[in-house]
Each structure stands twice: as structure tokens, then as C-alpha cells.
């Protein structure tokens, strides 16, 4: 199409001639007709079968190189460098693989791809022969009810399993992380709230604090509440002490969490409820907290999983006992890292399966604690 501006006369009634500019229309055809031809979109998340037998053939290639390589041909010995040369081996053997009928995006998308899941399959492996490893050794002490409702009160190092248990330990934990929770759920959830609602510079101060804090070495907590506490204060060592120390260490998980969680809850909630004329504190009791009502308990139980194995503190605030204490303020309270910790020092061998046995129901508990945070923070059927 062309417009032609070219001015054409106009007779007015009085004689005047006024030029005024006409537009035509022109039907113009392309310069050329000529298709322009796109590759072929690759999808990237699929795999043919004449890929996946590549792959099977590389790793089991790599397989056969890294024996005769470290067992045959160099003197290399140990499981390690087996590994590490079987994955060198494959990675380099599929990257020759695939630049055989492939350009250089998909040679570097098949190495990227393979070094992730082999990552994914190492850490896996580990978790999982920790687990079994855990509990194999531990399933001596389990076998026996009395493990769960004993105490150690008159065992010595050399009697049977069937007599004692971890029950102090248990009940000294629970005890411990239940003040703990208590004490960190309305200070972490608010500090929370005050960096996300609030804002501000000082927000931004407290919220490099937080931060920091994520980090604290479990040795410092227990250095302050013993400094402040017990010291300070002289308060005797007990499970109050110790549940403070475990808050320390809580808090800045649970705070940290519950800002991310906040701070994804959408604007225009609190823009729609600010709009109907709800006060701000209204607004983030009856629209944001609901709202992130699943990340906020997820963010609990991390901060739960995170106290619930510490050793240091209680060491240092409360101590060992070998008798049943429910009282938080009547004296020292044993928990469960820490029986782990006295018993595994000890060299007997029986102590030694007592400290996997506790160890088994440590693991167990802090997993079903992790599945807990998992399923809570599923999306609901019905929301994006």
C-alpha cells in the first residue's frame, strides 16, 4: 500500500482555490515470496528410545574403561577414584555420542543434564545409605520395648539391651523443643510480619540480622543462654535453660522463613481488603496470615527439625541425666542428641547400640518432621 499526497485543487463558493492533499490507494506485492525455513524446536524434556540406549551404552562403556583404566592399566586403587573416573568416562563418552547427529546446544544441554542428575542420584544415595545405615545399627536397641518407656536409671555400661531405655531422653526433647516452640513461633512469626508489613529502614536492619543469625554456630547459642541464664541470673542448669537456648537457635530460622512465605502472599489481597476499608493490622490478621497459613507451618517445623538435633546447647545449659525428669525447672534434663553423644563416647559396644537405637528414633522423628513440612506446603486443590 502507498499513499500519494500529491495536492489536488479545490473551488470553494467564493471563487478560492484551496489544494488539499488526496490519498490513494496502492496495491503493492512483496519483494519476494520466497519461505523463510525454521529449524525444527527442540524438546528438551523428552528422550527417544535411540537416546536412551546412548546413554545406557556410554555408562556401561565408562563402566568397563574405569575398570581396566584403575585396575588394569594405572596403579589407582579405592571406590572414589573408581567413581570419579567412571563419571568422567560417561559424560565424555555421551558428549562424543551426541556431536555424532547433534550441534553444540544439545552436546552441552545432554552434559549439563546428565551432571545434574548424577548430583540429584549422589545425594540421594547418601541420604538414604544413612538412613539404612542408622537404622541397621540401631534396630539391636529397637527390637526391645523397653527402649521407648525405660529410663537408664541403675544400667551400667554392660548390661543387656533388655534392660534401660531412652525414654528420659524423649520425654527431656519434648519437653525442650515444646518451650522452644512456644517461645519462637509469636516472635519469629512477628518479626515476620514487621519486615514484610512494616518496612522501613530499620526492617531492612533487622532483616540483615535475621540472616546473620541463620548462621550462628550452635556452640554461640549456648555460650550466650549460659552467660546470661545461669551466670547472670544464676539460674540452676535445667530444661528451661536449654529450651531458651534451642529458641535462640530457632528463631532466626522460623523469622526467615515466614518472611519469604509473607512476601509471596499477592499485593492485591492486601490492596482489595485496604480498599474496603479494613486497617492495616486487620488486613494481616484476616487476609495475609490465612493466606500463608500452610508456608508459616512449614516454616515452623524447619525451625522444629533445626532445634530438635542439637547437641551443644543442651550440653552446655542443662547436662546429662540418667533418670526421668518432666519438670523443666527441677534440675538437669537429658535429650535425646545429647544421650546420643554420652553414650557413643563411652567405647562400650552396648552403649554404643543404645546410641544408634536413640539415633534411629532422632532420625525418624526429624524426617517425619521434613514429610510434614513437605506435604503442608503442597498447593490445595483449586489454587495456583
Known amino acids: 500500500m502507498s499513499i500519494d499526497l500529491e495536492p489536488r485543487p479545490i473551488v470553494t463558493g467564493a471563487s478560492v482555490t484551496v489544494e488539499a492533499p488526496v490519498l490513494t490507494f ?11 525455513e525454521t529449524a525444527p524446536r527442540r524438546i528438551l524434556s523428552t528422550t527417544t528410545a535411540e537416546q536412551r540406549f546412548e546413554l545406557v551404552g556410554c555408562w556401561v562403556a565408562a563402566f568397563a574403561l574405569s575398570w581396566l583404566i584403575c585396575g588394569r592399566l594405572l596403579p589407582w586403587h579405592g571406590a572414589l577414584i573408581f567413581v ?3 563419571v568422567v568416562a560417561g559424560i565424555s563418552l555421551l558428549a562424543m555420542m551426541t556431536a555424532l547427529d547433534a550441534g553444540w546446544p544439545e552436546v552441552v544441554d545432554r552434559i549439563v543434564s546428565s551432571t545434574v542428575h548424577l548430583g540429584a542420584l549422589l545425594v540421594g544415595f547418601a541420604l538414604m545409605s ?5 537404622l541397621f545399627r540401631g534396630s539391636s536397641s529397637l527390637l526391645h520395648l523397653n527402649t521407648f518407656f525405660d529410663d537408664m536409671s541403675g544400667v551400667g555400661p554392660r548390661d543387656p ?3 534401660g531405655g531412652v525414654a528420659h531422653a524423649i520425654v527431656g526433647s519434648l519437653i525442650q523443643i515444646g518451650i522452644a516452640i512456644v517461645v519462637t513461633i509469636p516472635l519469629g512469626i512477628g518479626t515476620a ?3 514484610t508489613e512494616i518496612g522501613g529502614r530499620f526492617a531492612r536492619i533487622v532483616r540483615t540480622i535475621v540472616e546473620a543469625m541463620t548462621a550462628l ?10 552467660t546470661t541464664l545461669i551466670v547472670g ?6 530444661g528451661l535453660a536449654a529450651a531458651m537456648a534451642l529458641a535462640v ?10 518472611d519469604v512465605v509473607l512476601r509471596v502472599v499477592p499485593g492485591n489481597l492486601r490492596e482489595a481488603s485496604l480498599a474496603l476499608g479494613a486497617s492495616r493490622w486487620r488486613t494481616v490478621w484476616h487476609i495475609v496470615l490465612p493466606t500463608a497459613r500452610p508456608g508459616l507451618a512449614t516454616a515452623v517445623i524447619l525451625g522444629v527439625a533445626r532445634g530438635i538435633g542439637e547437641t551443644s546447647p543442651v550440653l552446655l545449659t542443662s547436662g546429662t541425666a540418667a533418670f526421668m525428669v518432666t519438670s523443666p525447672t527441677g534440675g538437669v534434663m537429658n535429650s535425646l542428641p545429647l544421650f546420643i553423644f554420652s553414650t557413643a563416647r563411652s567405647g562400650e559396644p552396648l552403649y554404643i547400640d543404645r546410641a544408634y537405637g536413640a539415633a534411629s528414633i532422632l532420625l525418624l522423628l526429624v524426617l517425619i518432621l521434613f514429610v510434614t513440612a513437605r506435604l503442608l506446603a503442597r498447593p490445595r486443590k483449586g489454587t495456583r
Not at 496502492?26 to 523463510?36: C, F, I, K, N
Open 249 to 258: 537457635m530457632m528463631l532466626p530460622i522460623i523469622a526467615r522463613a515466614s
Open 84 to 86: 570419579v573416573v567412571t
Open 233 to 238: 541470673l544464676e539460674m540452676p542448669r535445667s
Open 130 to 134: 544413612t538412613v539404612t545405615f542408622v
Open 217 to 226: 554456630p550452635s556452640i554461640v547459642a549456648g555460650l550466650f543462654i549460659y
Open 193 to 195: 510480619i514487621y519486615m
Open 26 to 36: 496502492v496495491r503493492t506485492e512483496p519483494a519476494s515470496t520466497d519461505v523463510v
Open 161 to 163: 539391651l533388655n534392660r
